[in-house]
């Protein structure tokens, strides 16, 4: 298995306050994703890396910011929760700029009340 | 973007029958790949196919890249099969980093 942890597994909050999601990895991989998933959507794109302090955003990144100061971890920041973002969050990783073979860390559920 | 279906949404086998999974998309692509996310909801990479045919096991997938579709086949189900399938494509980029896209699954219950 990938060495990929995912970091709270499982958070409640309440409406405005700021959360912080953490992933971290121990394969040195290059390219780094968050993702978010809901019902009846799949799994969709909210920002990925690319490098050190190198990121840009995927299809449902309003509302959320990530950092990546080191290889190892990518931050996934709620700036002000909404209920809306209740969701599971998973954190991919690949070696290559074409994301072929993605793998995924164990997610972590949040809810926002 | 390209978008991507998948059928049948839901599946549900007696042990021991196999199924076939599909997934349409709607554009070229260089990156095809299947995943099964587990009922504990674990996310794993069963393959990685753009074009051609792999096998692992009872598992076997085919891309035809030129119709725009790759099957997924699952032969003699156990029920530890049970989840959730997806596909996930990405298409050719011209420079920049290549995202992929996800369909929204095949949920299989297998049933002792």
């Known amino acids: 298995d990938a060495g990929i942890t995912q970091s709270p597994r499982h958070k409640v909050t309440e409406t405005g306050t700021p959360v912080t999601l953490r992933c971290h990895q121990t394969e040195n991989h290059r390219y780094m994703y968050w993702y978010r998933q809901d019902p009846g959507h799949g799994l969709r794109l909210i920002h990925y890396s690319y490098g050190v302090k190198d990121t840009d955003k995927g299809e449902v990144s309003d509302g959320y910011s990530v950092s990546r100061s080191k290889t190892e971890d990518f931050l996934l920041t709620l700036e002000s929760a909404t209920s809306s973002q209740t969701s599971v969050y998973f954190c991919a990783i690949s070696d290559n700029r074409a994301a072929y073979e993605q793998y995924f860390g164990p997610g972590t559920r949040l809810t926002v009340t | ?112």
Not at chain 2, 52 to 77: D, F
């Open chain 2, 1 to 112: 973007g390209i978008q991507v279906e998948q059928s049948p949404p839901d599946l549900i086998l007696q042990e021991g029958a196999n199924s076939t999974l599909r997934c349409n998309f709607s554009d070229s692509v260089n990156n095809l790949q299947w995943f099964h996310q587990n009922p504990w909801g674990q996310l794993i990479n069963l393959f990685y196919i753009p074009s051609g045919t792999k096998q692992n096991g009872r598992l076997s997938a085919t891309t035809v890249a030129t119709e725009r579709y790759s099957l997924l086949y699952i032969s003699s189900s156990q029920t530890t099969d049970s989840g959730v399938y997806f596909c996930a494509v990405g298409g050719y980029v011209s420079g920049g980093y290549q995202k992929v896209t996800f369909g929204t699954g095949t949920k299989l219950q297998v049933i002792p």
